[in-house]
C-alpha cells in the first residue's frame, strides 16, 4: 500500500508538523492514471465500523480464503474483489505511534484526506502484522510478491517538492544531475523550479 494526502499547498503545513520536512507533490491527473482511490474513513464506535469488522474477519480468514481457491473463478473473484475493498479503510480518528516510542493522542486522519494505492489482491494475504517485517526472511518473500507493482512517476508529473530549508537546494539538484541515466538537463530545470522549502510554506503561505 502507498498512501497520499489530497492537500492543497496552502494546508500542508500541518501535514508537515506530524510527519517531517519533506514531500513530494504529484498531479491529480497521475493519481487517476495509476487508479489510486480515497479511502473510506470509520469512526471507530459506528456501526458501520463493527459491520466491517465482521466482514473483515470472515474475509480474511483461512478458510474463506481456502474456499474461494477451490469455487469458479467467477466466484473466487468476486471474493477476492471484496477483500480489495478492505484496503480502503481508514480509522476517522486514533493515537499515532512514531518510531522514536513519542504517541500523538486522538490525531484526526481524517483531516490528512488520504489517497491510496493497493495492488489488487491476487492470491496472497496482502494484510500483514509486525511479526513479518520484523522477519528479514518472512519481509522478503512477501516484498517479492509485489515487485510488478511499483508506482512509476516522471517529472512532468511532478507539482512541487518540499525540503526542509535552503542549505539543502544545491544538494539535491546536484544529485538530480548526476543521475544522468533517469533525468535530463531539461528536467533537472524543471524539477529545480518545483522546489519549496519547508520555511517558505511556514512563512509566506
Sequence with gaps: MVSFCDLPLSQVKNHIASYGSYGIGLSKTWAKKQQL?????MDRGSL????????AKLLTSKSTRDLADKQSKELKD?????I????????YQGDVERQD???????????????????KYEGYLW?????????????NAALSKINDHR?????????????KDE????????????????????????????IITLDEINNDI
Excluded: C
Design 78 to 82: 468476486s471474493i477476492y474483489a471484496l
Design 151 to 163: 508506482l512509476i512517476f516522471e517529472p512532468n508529473d511532478i507539482k512541487y517538492i518540499i525540503i
Design 101 to 119: 516510542g513519542t504517541v500523538i493522542k486522538n490525531y484526526r486522519f481524517y483531516d490528512e484526506r488520504e489517497w491510496r494505492y493497493v495492488p
Design 167 to 194: 542549505s539543502e537546494i544545491s544538494d539535491f539538484v546536484r544529485h538530480l544531475q548526476l543521475a544522468k541515466s533517469k533525468f535530463s538537463y531539461e528536467d533537472v530545470l524543471k524539477v529545480a523550479t518545483r
Design 127 to 139: 494484510i500483514k502484522n509486525n511479526s513479518i517485517f520484523d522477519n528479514e526472511g518472512k519481509r
Design 48 to 55: 458501520l465500523s463493527a459491520s466491517y469488522y465482521k466482514a
Design 37 to 41: 482511490n480515497p479511502v473510506m474513513y
Design 84 to 91: 480489495d475493498v478492505l484496503g480502503y479503510v481508514k480509522n
